[in-house]
C-alpha cells in the first residue's frame, strides 16, 4: 500500500514540522530569557518587562490577525498600512472620547478587511496583490488625511488613558494583547469558524464541497486581521500621543515571520495561536536584547541589525524544521 | 410522504454547454435501498446528470422527483439538505483535520457557541461503527489509509440522513481489499434502506455489487436493466452503441486477435539491473512490428525496466541493443533520437503539460524538428497536429484547447501523437489504457495494433489480464525485477500470464519465442 502511506507520512511530517516549529520558538524564546537575564542587569526588571509588552501588544495584534489569513492559506500585506491609517483616524476622532477613538479605527480597519476579503473571496483575486494594492491605497490615504505629517491626538478628552491607565500594575496595552491572545486560543481551539479556516487552508476546494461557506470564511479572516490592525493603529497613537502615517512600515512582514516561525504553515492549513504569541515575543525580544548590549557600551550596533538577526534566525528556523522532518522518513 | 415507488426519478434532463448538448432527454430511475450502476462512455454524460441531481450544474429541462416530491437542487449544500449525499472520485476531505472533525465539518455540536469535542467524538464513532469500521476518530484523516477515509466520506455522508448516496468512481484508487471494505459498507447502507448511486467503469464491481444499471450513451439513457439479465458482452455493446455479434467477434478489447511482426528485433535487453532493488535481472526484446506485453504485479520492476530502456533511470548492468548495435542511453534525449519513445503511467503528472494547448502539447518533443533559427514553423506545426488530430480521431474543440479540459482517454491520443510524430520505431507504452472509458480504450487498443501492423515495435505494460491476452504478440513477465517467463502467442492466457507472475521460474529459464 506504498500509495496510501505516502500522504499519510507527508502528513505526520508536516504536523512534526509545525510542532517543531510552534516549540522551536518557544525554546528560542526561552534561551534569550535566559541569555538576557543572566547578562544584563535590569532585563528582569518590572519596567523592561511591562514596556516590552506593551510596546509588542500592536505586533501582537497585527500578528494574530495575520495567523488566521495566513491559516486560510492568504496572506494580508496591508497590516502596517492600515495601522498607520487607523492612528491618523483615531488621532482624529480622539476628542470624542475613549469609546469613539477606539470604535472608529477598528471600524475603518474592518472595513478595509471587508474589502480585501470581499475581493478575495468573490472577486477571486490573489490574496497578495488585493492586499498589496490595500497596502499602497491605505498608506496614500493615511498621508493624504493626514498632510503629510503626524496628528497630536486631544488629550483633554481622555483617549491617552489608553496609553496611561494601569490595572494590576500592567498598563492596558499589556491587558488587550493578552486578552486578544486569551480570545484567540478559544477561537482557534474551540470554534466551528476556526475549522472552517482550517480545512479552507488545507483544500478550499474540498471544503467548498463539503457545504462550508468558504466566501464567508475568508471574508471574515480578512475583516478581523484588518480589525486587528486598526486597533494596534489605536495603540500606537495612544503611546505616541500622535497619528503616525508614516509608521508601520515593514510590519506586515515582521507579523509573517513571528507567525511562521510560530509554527503556521504559510500554505495554510495548519497553524497555532500559541506559537505567533512566542514568535511576536521572541522577534521583539531580539530588539530588546540588541538594546541591551548597546547599553553596555562594549559594542555599538545600529538598530538595523535587529532585521539581520531576525532573517537570519528565520532562515535558521526553517533550515532546521526542514533538516529535522527530512529525517523522519 | 410516499413510501412506494422509485426514490429517484429523474425524467427527461437536458443540458447544454456552449457548443455541446451534455444531455438530451436522459432519465435515471432509483429504486428504495436499491444500488443502481450508472454506466457509459466518457462524454455519455454520466457525469452531467449526477451534477445536476447533486446541485452542482442546473438544467436545461426535465423533472427531478425525490420521495414523490419535485426537487431542485441550486447547490451541493442543499442537495445534502435533501437527503442526496456524493462521495467524489478523490476522496473530498480535509487531510490536516481529524477523523471526527471531517465528518462533522459545516455542523459541528455546538454548546454555547463552542464544539462540543466529546460529543462530536462519540457520534462519529458512533457512524463509523454502523458502517462496520473502527479508527480513531481524533486521529488526522490523512494519517488513515485511502480505504478508511473513503469510509470517513461515506459517514459523512450518512450523517446527513441521506437517502440516497451517490458514488462517483468511488473504487479507483482502493486496492482489492479496500473495495471488499467499502462493499461492505455499501451493502450495510442497502440493508438500511439507503439507496445508492455507483458510477464506476469496472465491471467486476458493477456485478458484484449493483442491482440493476442505467447505460448512457450520447446524453441520451439507452438502457435501464436488472444486472441479472444483462451479460457483461451485451452491456459493453449497448455502452458502445455496437452491434453484440460484433463485439463477440472483435473481443471486448480493441486488439485485433492477429500476429503481424517481423524478425528484425528492434531491441533487445538482456541482464538488465537499475540502481535501485526494483529492477535486478530483465530480459525482454521487441521485433519491428510486434506488441510484446509487459506483464508483473505491481513493485515487479515494470516501469523501471522501461525506464531503464529509454535512459530515464541509470542502468548499472547488463546490455541494451537497438538494431543490434550495442547502446546505453545517458538521458530519454538519447533515445527520442535513436527512436524511442515512452508514454508514462501517470499521465497528469508526467505526461500532459495540462495549461498548454493540444496544439503545443502534441508537438512539444517534435518542436526542435519543426523550428528553425529557434523560431517554430507555425504552418508545418500546424500541418502535423491537423493530421493526428484526424488520424487519432482526437475529440477537441480545435488544435488550442487546453488538454486539461479533454477526456482521460483523448489526452492519452495526444499523448500518443506526440511520439508519433517523430516518427519513432519503438513505443513503449506504460499502462495505456488505465483511467480511460471503455469505449476509448478500445480505440486506443486499436490505434497500438494499427501502428504496430504499420511496422513499429510496441512494448506495453499492462495490469489488466485481458487487455495483455488480447493485445500481444508475446508477454514478457516480471516479477521482482527478474524477467521470470517469456510466452509465445500461443500460449498466453490468463491462467499462464497469472502463475508465472505467481510462481514462474527464476531468471531467463523461460521459454523463447519460436516465431
Known amino acids: 500500500m506504498a500509495t496510501t502511506s505516502t500522504p499519510a507520512r507527508s502528513i505526520t511530517r508536516a504536523r512534526l514540522a509545525s510542532v517543531l516549529q510552534g516549540q522551536g520558538a518557544l525554546v528560542a524564546l526561552a534561551l534569550l530569557v535566559l541569555f538576557g537575564a543572566l547578562r544584563y542587569d535590569n532585563f528582569l526588571s518590572s519596567y523592561n518587562v511591562t514596556s516590552f509588552l506593551a510596546n509588542n501588544a500592536k505586533f501582537g495584534l497585527i500578528a494574530l490577525g495575520m495567523t488566521f489569513v495566513i491559516m486560510t492559506g492568504g496572506i494580508d500585506l496591508s497590516v502596517g498600512a492600515v495601522a498607520a491609517l487607523a492612528s491618523v483616524v483615531a488621532a482624529m476622532v480622539s476628542e470624542y472620547g475613549l469609546v469613539v477613538g477606539i470604535a472608529v479605527p477598528v471600524l475603518v480597519g474592518a472595513v478595509i478587511g471587508l474589502v480585501n476579503g470581499s475581493l478575495v473571496a468573490w472577486g477571486r483575486l490573489q490574496p497578495f496583490i488585493v492586499t498589496l494594492a490595500m497596502l499602497l491605497a491605505a498608506r496614500g490615504l493615511a498621508l493624504t488625511v493626514a498632510g503629510n505629517q503626524s496628528v497630536a491626538v486631544d488629550f483633554e478628552s481622555g483617549f491617552t488613558a489608553l496609553g496611561t491607565t494601569t490595572l494590576l500594575t500592567l498598563a492596558a496595552p499589556i491587558w488587550i494583547f493578552a486578552v486578544a491572545y486569551l480570545l484567540g486560543v478559544l477561537v482557534l481551539g474551540r470554534t466551528p469558524f476556526s475549522r472552517h479556516v482550517l480545512a479552507i487552508g488545507d483544500n478550499e476546494e474540498t471544503a467548498r464541497l463539503m457545504g462550508l461557506r468558504v466566501e464567508r470564511v475568508k471574508l471574515g479572516v480578512y475583516a478581523l486581521s484588518g480589525a486587528l490592525a486598526g486597533m494596534a493603529g489605536v495603540l500606537l497613537a495612544a503611546q505616541y500621543g500622535a497619528g503616525q502615517p508614516a509608521e508601520g512600515v515593514g510590519w506586515e512582514l515582521t507579523a509573517i515571520a513571528a507567525v511562521v516561525v510560530g509554527g503556521t504553515l504559510l500554505t495554510g492549513g495548519l497553524g497555532s495561536v500559541v506559537g505567533t504569541l512566542w514568535g511576536v515575543l521572541l522577534l521583539g525580544l531580539i530588539f530588546n536584547v540588541l538594546n541591551f548590549e548597546n547599553g553596555r557600551g562594549v559594542i555599538s550596533l545600529s538598530p538595523y541589525w535587529q532585521s539581520i538577526v531576525l532573517g537570519g534566525f528565520l532562515l535558521v528556523v526553517v533550515l532546521l524544521q526542514n533538516r529535522l522532518a527530512a529525517r523522519q522518513t | 410522504m410516499i ?52 446541485g452542482a450544474y442546473r438544467r436545461d429541462a426535465g423533472t427531478v422527483t425525490l420521495d414523490g416530491r419535485p426537487v431542485d437542487f441550486h447547490s451541493p449544500q442543499q442537495a445534502q439538505a435533501g437527503g442526496v449525499s456524493t462521495i467524489y472520485q478523490e476522496v473530498n476531505l480535509v487531510g490536516f483535520r481529524s477523523v471526527a472533525e471531517n465528518i462533522f465539518l459545516g455542523r459541528e455540536p455546538r454548546r454555547w457557541g463552542l464544539i462540543d469535542r466529546r460529543r462530536m467524538h462519540a457520534e462519529a464513532r458512533r457512524l463509523l461503527e454502523r458502517l462496520g469500521v473502527e479508527v480513531d476518530v481524533s486521529r488526522p484523516l490523512g494519517a488513515i489509509n485511502v480505504a478508511l477515509q473513503q469510509m470517513v466520506a461515506i459517514a459523512r455522508a450518512i450523517s446527513f440522513e441521506s437517502r440516497l448516496v451517490v458514488m462517483d468512481e468511488p473504487t479507483s484508487s482502493l486496492d482489492e481489499a479496500e473495495v471488499a471494505t467499502l462493499f461492505g459498507v455499501i451493502r450495510q447502507l442497502k440493508a438500511d434502506g439507503v439507496s445508492v448511486i455507483f458510477v464506476s467503469h469496472r465491471l467486476d464491481e458493477v456485478y458484484a455489487i449493483c442491482d440493476r444499471v442505467t447505460i448512457m450513451r450520447d446524453g441520451r439513457t439507452v438502457d435501464d436493466r436488472a444486472l441479472t439479465d444483462v451479460s457483461r458482452l451485451e452491456l459493453v455493446a449497448r455502452m458502445l452503441g455496437k452491434d453484440l455479434a460484433e463485439v463477440r467477434r472483435s473481443g471486448a478489447t480493441g486488439f485485433a486477435d492477429a500476429t503481424h511482426h517481423t524478425e528484425r528485433r528492434l531491441l533487445e535487453a538482456r541482464g538488465l539491473r537499475g540502481a535501485g532493488r526494483t529492477l535486478e535481472h530483465a530480459d525482454v526484446a521487441v521485433r519491428a512490428g510486434e506488441i510484446v506485453g509487459l506483464a508483473g504485479l505491481l513493485g515487479s520492476g515494470r516501469t523501471e525496466l522501461a525506464r531503464a530502456i529509454f535512459g530515464a533511470d541509470p542502468v548499472e548492468a547488463g546490455e541494451l541493443e537497438v538494431d543490434g548495435r550495442p547502446v546505453r542511453f545517458g538521458s530519454p534525449a538519447d533515445a527520442i533520437r535513436a527512436g524511442i519513445g515512452l508514454a508514462p503511467e501517470d499521465r497528469k503528472t508526467e505526461g500532459i503539460v495540462p495549461e498548454m494547448s493540444v496544439r503545443e502539447n502534441l508537438t512539444l518533443a517534435l518542436l526542435p524538428a519543426i523550428s528553425r533559427y529557434g523560431v517554430v514553423d507555425r504552418r508545418r506545426q500546424q500541418e502535423v497536429v491537423d493530421r493526428f488530430i484526424r488520424r487519432l480521431d482526437i475529440k477537441t474543440t480545435g488544435p488550442d484547447q487546453k488538454i486539461r479540459e479533454l477526456s482521460g482517454g483523448n489526452q492519452q491520443k495526444v499523448l500518443l501523437a506526440r511520439w508519433l510524430c517523430l516518427d519513432p520505431r519503438l513505443l513503449l507504452l506504460d499502462e495505456p489504457t488505465r483511467g480511460i472509458d471503455v469505449g476509448a480504450k478500445g480505440e486506443i487498443q486499436a490505434l497500438i495494433n494499427e501502428l504496430a501492423d504499420s511496422g513499429l515495435g510496441v512494448l506495453m505494460i499492462s495490469s489488466e489480464l485481458e487487455e495483455l491476452v488480447e493485445g500481444s504478440d508475446r508477454v514478457v513477465v516480471l516479477r521482482d525485477g527478474r524477467t521470470v517467463a517469456e510466452l509465445p502467442h500461443a500460449a498466453i492466457t490468463e491462467d499462464a500470464i497469472m502463475s508465472a507472475m505467481a510462481e514462474g521460474p527464476a531468471t531467463g529459464a523461460g521459454e523463447r519465442d519460436g516465431g
Do not use: D, Y
Not at chain 2, 457509459?40 to 454520466?46: E, P, S
Open chain 2, 3 to 54: 413510501a412506494t415507488g422509485p426514490l429517484l426519478q429523474m425524467e427527461g434532463i437536458s443540458k447544454a454547454f456552449p457548443g455541446v448538448r451534455a444531455l438530451e432527454g436522459a432519465s435515471l430511475t432509483v429504486g428504495r435501498g436499491e444500488v443502481h450502476a450508472v454506466m457509459g462512455q466518457n462524454g455519455a454524460g454520466k457525469s452531467t446528470l449526477i451534477k445536476i441531481l447533486t
